[in-house]
């Protein structure tokens, strides 16, 4: 069975940092780009970062640039993003995906081949 875990989210203060987790399993991690997709809370889904099979090339977003590492272990098949600096529109929900091109700068989880159930990141005072 394919599963996307993440986990890490919390409540964290403005200027705060959290590093988010994504376990893969069921399939050949080290196969697929990954990338994270966020929502807000009555807003659309929103592309945050993606991030090649070998974790040899990142890309992020305009505004999460600078305050966002996407990171991976292949030997562990997890992926992580480290949040740092975290303001209040950084609240949402943090999905991870996978998806076998090069890398997808795609919000959209039909794009993907696998998605996980999110992750409630919370940031306010």
């Known amino acids: 069975e394919v599963q996307l875990v993440e986990s890490g989210g919390g409540l964290v203060q403005p200027g705060g940092s959290l590093r988010l987790s994504c376990a893969a399993s069921?399939?050949?991690?080290?196969?697929?780009?990954m990338s994270w997709v966020r929502q807000a809370p009555g807003k659309g889904l929103e592309w945050v970062s993606g991030i090649t099979w070998n974790g040899g090339s990142t890309y992020y977003a305009e505004s999460m640039k600078g305050r966002f590492t996407a990171s991976r272990d292949n030997a562990k098949n997890t992926m992580y993003l480290q949040m740092n600096s975290l303001k209040p529109e950084d609240t949402a929900v943090y999905y991870c995906?996978?998806?076998?091109?090069?890398?997808?700068?795609?919000?959209?989880?039909?794009?993907?081949?696998?998605w996980g159930q999110g992750t409630q990141v919370t940031v306010a005072s």
């Open positions: 069921g399939f050949t991690f080290n196969d697929y780009a």
């Open positions: 995906a996978a998806d076998a091109g090069y890398y997808r700068r795609s919000s959209d989880p039909s794009d993907y081949n696998y």
